[in-house]
């Protein structure tokens, strides 16, 4: 019961604490924020079909693109509101991750085989974008202002802190989709698929359709991201929110943080954006002051180097050494008791 006691007090002290942040940080700081917390809202999202059910997909990208695209055409054609416009996005993305899912796990598809074809969607997907003059192809389209610079019924503001708020409730509703999934009959189900498929099978686990149903979700709750990003930036386009290269931005954080855990992608991206953006000011001042040049890598030099020492040295992530350090007290403590 203590433990519980602790963990609760503990998750209300960071609630509070990224509520109140707003308060003591300037724009800058709040940035960094907001995209750190909406790419670990999408790992969170992915980390459901590909932590838990161990479906390793490498194109949600598409499906954050499609949420993006459809809440930003609805907006700009039908004057619709990206708060509705949002759910039909989800919809869109949901059905459409049905039909890749019902394929894909019909036939068995798993392991490398569905990477490569979630791969191959994702880039199929980003040239029918880049060639379809409804989506603006390669230029992207930017949003249609509505009623002035701030019009929070079509989830335009003209600060930053209400996105923040906005992400902030994003991110606690998917942390709690998350703990609810691994803790209720479907997330164990999931973790048993993820073990050993065929042996969860055996056991009477329907694997078909919980990997469908786990997909679904996954592609439903991330289309919400993409609307939150079209809102956000005002602007959207293939290259930034589909294919490969995004897809497995969104993956990297999940990896880091520790792929399967309720916390392990929020963990992930606020560790990666702020060091991300750090390495690029260092860049910044090293090719400013010693005058070098060819240093237009080093963030995904950085990338690199970090996702090499968490596979090499936290195989299951910064959620999994926290664990390890909790469970690791919790001994230590037992033993003094004795």
């Keep these: 019961m203590n433990i519980r006691i602790r963990s609760f007090a503990l998750y209300l002290f960071l609630l509070a604490f990224f509520v109140s942040v707003p308060l003591y940080c300037g724009s800058y700081i709040l940035e960094i924020l907001i995209i750190a917390l909406w790419l670990g809202f999408l790992g969170s999202c992915w980390n459901i079909i590909g932590g838990y059910a161990g479906q390793l997909s490498l194109g949600h990208g598409t499906f954050v693109g499609i949420g993006a ?52 969607i994702a880039d199929i997907m980003k040239l029918l974008f880049e060639h379809t003059e409804l989506f603006g192809a390669t230029s992207g389209l930017f949003l249609k202002i509505m009623r002035g610079p701030s019009s929070p019924a079509f989830f335009q503001f003209q600060t930053k802190w209400p996105y923040y708020f906005v992400i902030l409730g994003m991110v606690v509703i998917i942390l709690l989709i998350c703990f609810l999934i691994e803790h209720s009959r479907m997330g164990f189900y999931l973790k048993a698929i993820r073990g050993n498929e065929d042996a969860a099978r055996c056991l009477g686990v329907p694997a078909f359709k919980y990997k469908c149903v786990a997909m679904v979700i996954s592609c439903f709750l991330i289309a919400f991201g993409g609307t939150f990003y079209a809102q956000y930036r005002m602007y959207i386009k293939p290259d930034l929110l589909m294919g490969i290269h995004f897809s497995v931005e969104i993956v990297i954080p999940t990896v880091i943080g520790g792929w399967g855990t ?13 060091l991300a953006e750090f390495s690029r000011l260092l860049a910044e001042f090293i090719r400013n002051t010693f005058h070098v040049t060819g240093l237009q890598g080093f963030q995904l030099i950085t990338y690199g180097f970090i996702l090499i020492l968490a596979i090499r040295f936290m195989p299951n992530g910064i959620a999994g050494l926290f664990r390890n350090l909790r469970i690791m007290g919790e001994i230590i403590g037992h033993l003094k008791n004795r």
């Design 69 to 120: 695209y459809t809440s930003t055409l609805l907006l700009n054609i039908f004057g619709l509101s990206p708060w509705l416009g949002s759910f039909i996005g989800a919809l869109l993305a949901a059905t459409i991750g049905l039909f890749v899912g019902f394929l894909c796990f019909r036939f068995k598809v798993r392991g490398i085989y569905f990477a490569l074809i979630t791969m191959a």
């Design 262 to 274: 309720s916390f392990g992608p929020i963990l992930g991206a606020l560790l990666l954006i702020p």
